[in-house]
């Protein structure tokens, strides 16, 4: 490439476009091998035997009836968790955005909070009230009706854990619809004759209609995929998923790697294309509803029906509370009997935990270290990637795009088989870094859309001044854009670290002796500790995630306030 | 410094920018580009800056090349030592007055002292002396906009770009700022590149204007002469001809005088404006400024030349005239007539035009 100046100090355009074609070939290459690499050695796998090209393989495991079962099981727990999310979190956000509801302001924060903490640990919460005979509500209820009405190690519990956990997701893309949505849509609609109800039923739901069913594809998608559930409710009550079963494949002696990549290459298959029909749905019908401004839409009085309104979400919110609360009684004891005597009253699980067991040590160690460097160093990445999309003109940025929001359509026990078979022989596996990787790739989708946003947020005339006043594009994007998304960028961090700190999936695939995770000593501790000492280390985990909300809530507040100044 | 523009084209994919245009700025005088919204003329504001790489052309400022596709120059925007004042001002919010300032010098590795003592002279002479420690976020929209200026003109560039740096004033902050405008580049002696959607600002502020159409250059020059001679149809519209009517060219008198025929038996006298002579039966456009038109009652002065016959359809009180809508056989006139005579709605009046007043054109110049 000519390198050359004129007399007056220009540069040739060769130079010019030669250093974004080195930096987008870099990004490429870095995708290629975190992204591509793993998935693509998942499906080699799969069609791939020692002897070559083979489809028997893939025909010999759809054959196998475990596998039709665990496909069954896993499209209707799905299909339950839809329901339920969907149910639960369009109420909600109704009632939050579009009734009188009495504590609006309290119910909103708390409706959220589930999003950010560990499904796995709530399942672990409910066995203790819905365990089939040791559950306290097993063991109230069955001296009245002669059996015991629940069994939480069903398909039926499965999908009830996740749909608790999931209806936030629902409950805030209908929100955010709902709150965007022009006042003068609704009024246009009552002014033309149409009741309060013909309003919410041809107008509200129709406008919110894509929102809502992209949420629940999300949903859908998310619980086809999840591993940490399943295997703590699905395994006891011989109830498998794909997920699970991939995982039995490789742990279980002597493992089939094949079969293993032959399930996760359907499952990735089948949540691309689920992800496919979200995309096309919001891009499909994009309503001009969302300004952007902040509408404050008119109510609709309840009555003393709000009072009912109050007492839903006070429900919901009593599912997710009360089972912690269980599991908190049950940290506090030294045996568990089923109920809570105040004689057994200990802290013996806590000092277990925390200074005694050696894997929940260490997985409570290499957590927090992969969380706080993973989240870091996702952050930066994010930050580096959104510059180059937002405020470059280099060539092949929509390839960036997709390959950077591919893994949003990766399970996570797909993506750790992927990481596994494509690393196993490096010197990175068994290394903490190489579960690291692994969770910077799933939620790089995560923090470059979050990023963006930030960076969309940030007006291009800010930073192209700087250009105009002598600053190069790097010193213009560190002393101008950096800056101005610094405070989003520390939420965004909070939120990857939350994410790290309660992951399961990947981890399950790629621990090996010494770099369990905390989820995953939370898991081998259920194995062979008593019931307190499980408990008290999801207490602790729950603890620590409580405390990343708190601090996420106290940062946009501020922040809020502070633009609002 | 002079500015040359020589075959600019901007393509955005299918769309076509900016397609061929040139001009020169002379050195130390100030030029506007005017248009209507996706004429180009931001665009082609922001290619001489650097923030857009054109397709086509060659951009020269001063005697250094800083873009030419036939040689494969480009200069980046931090290196051709250009002034820009944006829409939004741009303002950094996260520093100071003096750190926005200021910025243009720290950036260029000169000593903390200068920074401070230039940045401190600067503020004073756009009148914020006193907000050099002041945090950015805090300030007024002309506050702004002065901060913008400063560091604008700072590291004292020979040139300067502005793109519609008035519209986000109120009128009378607008009145201040264009006088004061004038008076930095007098005493600064930089060139000055505006790009405004409004003819009056143009007109106000500019040494030569510049109107574009369609990513063309429609006409060039003086802003008495682009105002009392539009060249095109375009122009005339744009700069607030109230009167355009398309009709055919029905005799054409020597030293580019025509009759146009506007249908009905009115026939108007008007200049022919297009370079190339009109031919007999050709279709035309004529364009005239409403407070051009003389309205009187009908019969005072005999039929003649550019006096039609008309019914007020509609008066409208406006403080220093009435504006006057006249029923006239095919045409609707736009008129202003003076305060102290008003005609009412039904009124028989006849108008009269001077045909050194009304414009020609071409009909395919009508865009």
């Known amino acids: 490439m000519s390198v050359a100046s004129t007399a007056s100090g220009s540069v040739r355009l060769p130079l010019f476009r030669g250093h974004g074609v080195i930096a987008v070939a870099t990004i490429y290459a870095g995708l290629a091998v975190t992204v591509v690499l793993p998935l693509a050695a998942v499906l080699f796998q799969a069609v791939v035997a020692d002897e070559g090209l083979s489809f028997a393989k893939i025909r010999e495991v759809f054959s196998s009836p475990s596998i039709v079962d665990a496909t069954v099981n896993t499209v209707v727990v799905s299909a339950l968790a839809v329901v339920l999310a969907g149910s639960v979190g369009v109420t909600l956000a109704w009632l939050v955005a579009r009734s009188n509801m009495p504590l609006k302001r309290v119910f909103d924060p708390l409706n959220m909070i589930p999003f950010y903490l560990s499904s796995v640990v709530g399942a672990l919460s409910w066995q203790v009230i819905a365990a089939p005979r040791t559950g306290m509500a097993n063991t109230w209820l069955e001296p009245l009706l002669g059996y015991a009405p629940f069994n939480i190690y069903s398909v039926w519990g499965i999908a009830f854990v996740l749909g608790l956990f999931y209806a936030p997701y629902v409950y805030l893309f209908t929100l955010g619809s709902l709150q965007s949505m022009d006042a003068a849509l609704e009024e246009a609609a009552r002014m033309s004759g149409a009741s309060k109800l013909q309003t919410a039923v041809r107008v509200t739901l129709p406008l919110s209609a894509p929102a809502i069913l992209s ?8 619980s086809a995929g999840i591993f940490g559930v399943p295997l703590v409710l699905g395994v006891p009550g011989r109830v498998h998923t794909l997920s699970t079963l991939i995982y039995r494949y490789i742990a279980e002696y002597p493992s089939d790697f094949a079969a293993a990549a032959i399930l996760s290459s359907a499952l990735f298959l089948f949540t691309v294309a689920l992800t496919a029909l979200q995309m096309a749905l919001l891009r499909g019908r994009r309503f001009t509803t969302v300004t952007g401004k902040g509408y404050r839409p008119r109510t609709v009085d309840l009555g003393a029906w709000r009072w009912v309104g109050a007492g839903i979400n006070a429900l919901y ?6 089972p912690f609360l269980a599991l908190l009684l049950v940290s506090l004891q030294d045996a568990w009997t089923g109920s809570f005597e105040w004689a057994r009253l200990t802290l013996a699980n806590y000092h277990q935990v925390l200074f005694v067991d050696v894997t929940a040590k260490r997985g409570l160690m290499n957590s927090l270290v992969i969380s706080t460097v993973g989240a870091t160093l996702a952050v930066a990445v994010s930050l580096l990637l959104a510059l180059v999309l937002q405020r470059t003109r280099l060539p092949a940025r929509q390839g960036i795009v997709w390959l950077s929001m591919l893994p949003v359509t990766v399970p996570g026990i797909v993506l750790g088989f992927g990481f596994l078979v494509a690393f196993v022989s490096t010197p990175l596996y068994g290394t903490l870094w190489l579960i690291m990787l692994a969770y910077i790739v799933h939620y790089l989708p995560t923090g470059l859309r979050n990023t963006e946003s930030l960076v969309q947020a940030i007006s291009r005339e800010l930073d192209e001044s700087a250009r105009m006043s002598g600053a190069t594009w790097w010193e213009a994007m560190t002393r101008v854009v950096v800056p101005l998304v610094a405070p989003g960028m520390v939420s965004i961090w909070l939120l990857l670290f939350v994410t790290f700190i309660r992951e399961v999936s990947a981890s399950m695939m790629l621990f090996t002796y010494g770099t369990e995770t905390m989820s995953i000593a939370l898991i081998r501790i259920m194995e062979y500790e008593p019931y307190g000492v499980s408990g008290a280390f999801g207490v602790l985990q729950t603890l620590l ?5 708190a601090l996420i809530r106290q940062l946009s507040s501020a922040r809020q306030s502070s633009q609002a100044a | 410094m002079p500015v040359h523009v020589r075959g600019l084209a901007k393509t ?9 245009v040139d001009f020169t700025v002379a050195p130390g005088t100030t030029v506007t580009l005017l248009g209507p919204s996706g004429c180009g003329k931001t665009t082609t504001l922001r290619c001489i800056a650097g923030l857009e790489v054109p397709t086509a052309g060659r951009i020269t400022v001063g005697d250094r090349v800083v873009y030419d596709d036939a040689e494969g120059i480009f200069v980046e925007p931090e290196r051709r030592n250009i002034g820009m004042v944006f829409q939004s001002y741009a303002i950094w919010p996260h520093m100071t007055v003096g750190g926005n300032v200021g910025f243009p010098l720290k950036i260029s590795g000169r000593p903390k002292a200068e920074v401070e003592e230039r940045t401190r002279a600067i503020l004073q002479l756009v009148g914020l002396g ?16 002065r901060v913008a200026l400063a560091r604008a003109l700072v590291h004292e560039p020979q040139v300067v770009l502005f793109d519609e740096p008035l519209s986000n004033l109120d009128a009378n902050l607008r009145e201040r700022m264009r006088t004061e405008l004038q008076l930095l580049q007098a005493r600064l ?27 063309r250059l429609e006409q060039e020059g003086t802003p008495q002469d682009v105002f009392q001679n539009p060249a095109t149809a375009f122009t005339a519209r744009f700069l607030g001809y109230a009167n355009v009517f398309a009709g055919e060219v029905a005799d054409i008198a020597d030293a ?7 249908g009905d038996g009115v026939l108007l006298a008007a200049r022919w404006r ?11 456009t004529i364009a005239f400024r409403a407070d051009r038109v003389a309205v009187e009652p009908r019969g005072t002065v005999p039929p003649g030349d550019n006096v039609i016959a008309g019914d007020i359809e509609a008066a409208a009180f406006l403080g220093t005239f009435i504006d006057y809508t006249i029923h006239a056989g095919p045409l609707q006139i736009k008129a202003e007539g003076p305060v102290d005579k008003p005609f009412v709605r039904g009124d028989a009046v006849q108008i009269r035009i001077s045909p050194a007043q009304c414009h020609a054109f071409r009909a395919a110049d009508a865009a």
Do not use: W
């Open chain 1, 215 to 222: 949420a629940c594809i999300l949903v859908f998608v998310t």
């Open chain 1, 317 to 322: 919110l009593l599912f997710v509370i009360v």
């Open chain 1, 545 to 549: 995630l409580l405390g990343c909300v």
């Open chain 2, 12 to 20: 955005y994919g299918a769309v076509r920018a900016v397609q061929g």
């Open chain 2, 130 to 145: 006193d907000l050099h420690d002041r945090p950015a976020a805090a300030l007024s929209g002309g506050q702004q906009q």
């Open chain 2, 189 to 215: 002696g930089f060139t000055a590149i505006f790009v405004t959607h409004d003819q009056q600002e143009a007109l106000s502020l500019s040494d030569r204007i510049i109107v574009m159409n369609r990513g």
């Open chain 2, 256 to 262: 580019g005088k025509v009759r146009i025929d506007l």
């Open chain 2, 274 to 284: 297009a370079s190339e002579p009109a031919r007999k039966g050709e279709r035309g």
